[in-house]
């Protein structure tokens, strides 16, 4: 395998799991101190359930590239404007919200359109 093909492999499953690990981090808001431990298990996994059906969808791209580039394009198309609303409804910052988009549904978008642009190379490498 040439050096470029593995970068286009290697880099969208290496930036999903940094972009899981990074939405993964907004979970640790579960742990407050006046509740009991077993609260805050519970709602710290709570808090998890997007970064494990994110994780899930990580496996199924890493078997079905084109497949799961489609989803995490459609996830970071998708989530944009809700995060941006969102945001934008708490902060009252055009510039803070889009900093945020970028931060949160960008690499998704990224990881959704290198997913696809490895899966057509694949392929182009494979038909003689």
Same mark, same amino acid.
């Given at each position: 395998?040439?050096?470029?093909?593995?970068?286009?492999?290697?880099?969208?499953? !290496?930036?999903?799991?940094?972009?899981?690990?990074?939405?993964? !981090?907004? @979970? &640790?808001? @579960?742990?407050?101190?006046?509740?009991?431990?077993?609260?805050?298990?519970?709602?710290?996994?709570? /808090? &998890?359930?997007?970064? *494990?059906?994110? &994780?899930?969808?990580?496996?199924? @791209?890493?078997?079905?590239? $084109?497949?799961?580039? !489609?989803?995490?394009?459609?996830?970071?198309?998708?989530?944009?404007?809700?995060? *941006?609303? /969102?945001?934008?409804?708490?902060?009252?910052?055009?510039?803070?919200?889009?900093?945020? !988009?970028?931060?949160? =549904?960008?690499? *998704?978008?990224?990881?959704?359109?290198?997913?696809?642009?490895? $899966? $057509?190379?694949?392929?182009?490498?494979? =038909?003689?």
């Amino acid at each position: 395998m040439k050096a470029s093909i593995k970068i286009i492999y290697w880099t969208p499953r !290496v930036m999903c799991i940094l972009a899981i690990l990074f939405i993964s !981090v907004f @979970a &640790l808001d @579960a742990f407050q101190p006046n509740m009991s431990i077993w609260k805050q298990i519970g709602d710290f996994l709570l /808090h &998890l359930i997007p970064s *494990f059906i994110l &994780l899930a969808f990580l496996i199924l @791209a890493w078997k079905r590239e $084109f497949i799961g580039g !489609v989803i995490f394009l459609i996830i970071g198309i998708a989530f944009t404007p809700i995060v *941006f609303k /969102h945001n934008f409804a708490m902060n009252n910052s055009f510039y803070m919200s889009l900093g945020i !988009v970028a931060a949160i =549904t960008f690499p *998704f978008i990224v990881v959704g359109i290198l997913f696809i642009l490895s $899966f $057509f190379l694949k392929k182009k490498r494979k =038909t003689p």
